[in-house]
């Protein structure tokens, strides 16, 4: 079992950065993929980015290809989600989670963190 600690969330103008970090802990964290998620007020959980347990491989959700990336520190057990131009509807609470996969769906994460917030004001 891995334990998620997300952080670096806050309130952003449109057009800047934020980057938010995820440290795991209790196991093994080279064995997992890992995926970033983020949830607005009222919707459900959307697919943001993936990164392979090696770090080879990633995926993005359409809306924030070409301004999001994602990245991992195996040294420090940690995963970073650089967001770049962001917007306001980016807002959201941003969920960490580890699985066997680079995978979109909610379904294939086993583990969660409980969650950093990022707003983006117009």
């Known amino acids: 079992q891995v334990t998620l600690v997300e952080s670096g969330g806050g309130l952003v103008q449109a057009g800047g950065s934020l980057r938010l970090a995820c440290i795991a802990s209790g196991s093994t964290f080279n064995a997992y993929a890992m995926g970033w998620f983020r949830q607005a007020p009222g919707s459900q959980r959307e697919f943001v980015a993936a990164i392979s347990w090696g770090g080879d491989s990633t995926a993005y959700g359409d809306s924030v290809k070409g301004r999001f990336t994602i990245s991992r520190n195996s040294a420090e057990n940690t995963v970073y989600l650089q967001m770049n131009s962001l917007k306001p509807e980016d807002r959201g609470g941003y969920y960490c989670?580890?699985?066997?996969?680079?995978?979109?769906?909610?379904?294939?994460?086993?583990?969660w963190g409980q969650g950093t917030q990022g707003t983006v004001a117009a």
């Open positions: 989670g580890s699985g066997a996969g680079v995978r979109d769906g909610l379904e294939y994460y086993d583990e």
